[in-house]
């Protein structure tokens, strides 16, 4: 269970954020593309160690709906049609603690994998 509890959850306007913030009071802005290329699916993470996949393409990428999922999480849709996605409290959390280095890596194998963020084809 998480041992933190997000007070609000709000879209931007124009579909590419999601403002997260937690009942201590901490609040992220998390990009529609660092949630979607980090996304919790086994689509992207694969079923086991050494599976995850890089997403290329996704820049701008925008976020179509919020669903809550129990009451630890909610499942994010995306207008690429990825909505597997189940994000929890605490993985958001993480999300706003470490995105900037987990979106530095992201580049990084994007880079090492000749991808582009504005290139869609097929993750690897």
Do not use: C
Request: glycine content about 10%; charged content about 30%.
């Amino acid at each position: 269970m998480s041992e933190f509890w997000p007070t609000e959850l709000r879209v931007s306007r124009d579909r590419h954020r999601l403002s997260v913030t937690f009942d201590d009071g901490a609040a992220f802005d998390l990009s529609a593309e660092l949630l979607r290329v980090l996304s919790p699916s086994a689509e992207v993470q694969g079923h086991g160690p050494g599976q995850r996949v890089t997403v290329p393409g996704k820049r701008n990428v925008q976020i179509i709906t919020v669903q809550p999922t129990g009451n630890y999480a909610v499942r994010i849709g995306f207008d690429d049609s990825h909505d597997t996605g189940i994000y929890t409290w605490t993985y958001l959390r993480e999300l706003g603690e470490k995105g900037e280095e987990l979106f530095k890596a992201y580049e990084q194998e994007l880079a090492g994998k000749g991808m582009s963020r504005d290139k869609a084809e097929k993750p690897r």
